[in-house]
């Protein structure tokens, strides 16, 4: 499984990077391809590239406000969720999005 991703939060600090390891740290896990950008206070880190998404089977992205450039995300399945989600239940959020992806495929 592939995922693409952004987060960010109100004050584009703290949460937003502690999401981003949660998501990376569970991808490891679950032995997935995880690659999140983050739109922080500092602005965009770790930006996603034209490979990065086109590889991807979807896109997550875990935020509380609006992200910029989710145009490049065109034509990919994606998920929204609060930031929170991603720092407190990464497991179960890339286990749903895996059923969604399944349910989609059928």
Same mark, same amino acid.
């Given at each position: 499984?592939?995922?693409?991703?952004?987060?960010?939060?109100?004050?584009?600090?703290?949460?937003?990077?502690?999401?981003?390891?949660?998501? *990376?740290?569970?991808?490891?896990?679950?032995?997935?391809?995880?690659? &999140?950008?983050?739109?922080?206070?500092?602005?965009? +880190?770790?930006?996603?590239?034209?490979?990065?998404?086109?590889?991807?089977?979807? =896109?997550?992205?875990?935020?509380?406000?609006? =992200?910029?450039?989710?145009?490049?995300?065109?034509?990919?399945?994606?998920?929204? =969720?609060? =930031?929170?989600?991603? &720092?407190?239940?990464? +497991?179960?959020?890339?286990?749903? &999005?895996?059923?969604? *992806?399944?349910?989609?495929?059928?």
């Amino acid at each position: 499984m592939n995922i693409v991703g952004i987060t960010s939060c109100t004050c584009g600090i703290a949460h937003t990077y502690m999401a981003r390891e949660k998501l *990376l740290e569970t991808g490891e896990k679950f032995g997935w391809s995880v690659k &999140i950008e983050t739109q922080g206070s500092g602005g965009v +880190e770790f930006a996603l590239t034209d490979e990065d998404i086109n590889a991807a089977d979807c =896109v997550l992205i875990a935020s509380d406000v609006a =992200v910029s450039g989710t145009e490049r995300f065109k034509g990919k399945p994606m998920v929204k =969720v609060p =930031v929170a989600t991603a &720092i407190k239940s990464p +497991e179960h959020l890339l286990r749903k &999005i895996e059923e969604k *992806l399944g349910a989609m495929k059928k």
